[in-house]
């Protein structure tokens, strides 16, 4: 019993030992607090960022398109009767402008847009649309009439032709040539046509018989040829277009758009908008207060941003009903022809 309460009475006097020690250690790290002296650090002065308007705007990230397929087939293609255009529509359709009837007064258009098939590179509608605009003396359209919008028909692409076929026109393989009017009556014209032997030699006679004729001179003071014509008109290339629309005082507004859908659905255009004058000498549109923005769509609202203005180009009428452009700026497109649309 004794022993017991011996080793209980020494476990005691560890036990108040040890919470001694502990409180000592406590206490000196506190007298070791108190006496530390604070230390005053310099900090240096940092100038705060200024964003001057010499700075590149704040970069969008980039948007990865899908390439439509009929993109290797757009542009103009002609016969002797009427022409159309391609145009690529989203990633995967194609957009085709009929041109039926064109003249001052009136305009009679069949459009189509339908899915391209890659593999048989064809395009098959149930939704043409046909309709009449009525022109003013501008080649402004002022009122329309749609005729039917459920035309049904297909067009097959080549290589360097396309041959259309449409139910509602009784239109049945119609040979298209990729190209401008003017390049094809070329082919036409070098085109070697037999004649028969005794036709020839009667036509030697006669030719023969008959005086030569002395070439006519073009007096010198003919008016040049021009290659503009003044109303609203596009141009389209490659999925490009400008809009020109251009008065009777040689003045002319000018408006470019890109547009471009990707597989996640989000649309983003490319606009320009300039103001210019024409030179009547050189059939050249000069413009130096050209604003470009950026715009995207998504499926949560649309976002607008300027990229730039004060931009500097030239849109030159060529012939053949076509134009090209030069961008000082961003050089987009120097030196690809826009086709009439």
């Given amino acids: 019993m004794n022993k017991k309460f011996l080793v209980i009475a020494a476990a005691s006097a560890l036990l108040v030992s040890s919470m001694g020690v502990a409180a000592g250690c406590a206490k000196k790290s506190v007298a070791t607090t108190e006496t530390t002296q604070t230390v005053a650090v310099q900090v240096p002065e940092v100038s705060p960022v200024v964003q001057t308007e010499a700075e590149d705007p704040v970069v969008v990230a980039p948007v990865v398109f ?37 003249n001052n007064k009136t305009k ?61 026109e009784k239109i049945k393989e119609m040979v298209f040539k990729f190209g401008e009017p003017e390049q094809i009556s070329q082919q036409v014209k070098n085109t070697k046509i037999k004649v028969p032997v005794k036709k020839a030699k009667k036509t030697a006679k006669k030719a023969a018989k008959k005086p030569a004729k002395t070439p006519t001179k073009a007096p010198a003071n003919a008016p040049k040829k021009t290659f503009y014509t003044y109303g609203s008109t596009r141009y389209a290339f490659n999925g490009i277009v400008i809009s020109v629309n251009l008065k009777k005082d040689n003045t002319a507004s000018i408006s470019i758009h890109v547009a471009k859908t990707d597989a996640s659905n989000i ?6 908008e300039a103001s ?23 499926n949560t609202g649309t976002m607008v941003r300027d990229q730039y203005s004060g931009g500097s180009g030239e849109i030159r009428f060529r012939g053949g009903h076509s134009v090209t452009w030069t961008d000082n700026k961003e050089h987009y497109a120097d030196g690809k022809k826009f086709k009439r649309a």
């Fill in 108 to 168: 009679t258009t069949l459009t189509v847009d339908a899915k391209f098939d890659p593999d048989t590179k064809t395009i098959e509608y149930t939704n043409g649309t046909k309709k009449t605009l009525t022109l003013d003396k501008d080649g402004n359209a002022v009122s329309e009439k749609v005729i039917y919008n459920n035309g049904t028909g297909k067009f097959v692409f080549g290589t360097s032709e396309a041959i259309w076929t449409d139910t509602n």
């Fill in 276 to 298: 210019g004058k024409l030179d009547p000498e050189t059939n050249i549109v000069t413009y130096k207060n050209c604003k470009k923005q950026l715009i995207i769509h998504t």
């Fill in 267 to 272: 649309r983003t255009e490319l606009c320009w």
């Fill in 66 to 102: 899908q390439k439509n397929p009929v993109m290797n087939f757009t542009g103009d293609y002609y016969n002797r009767k009427t022409e159309f255009m391609v145009e690529a529509s989203g990633s995967e359709n194609a957009m085709i402008t009929v041109v039926l009837v064109n």
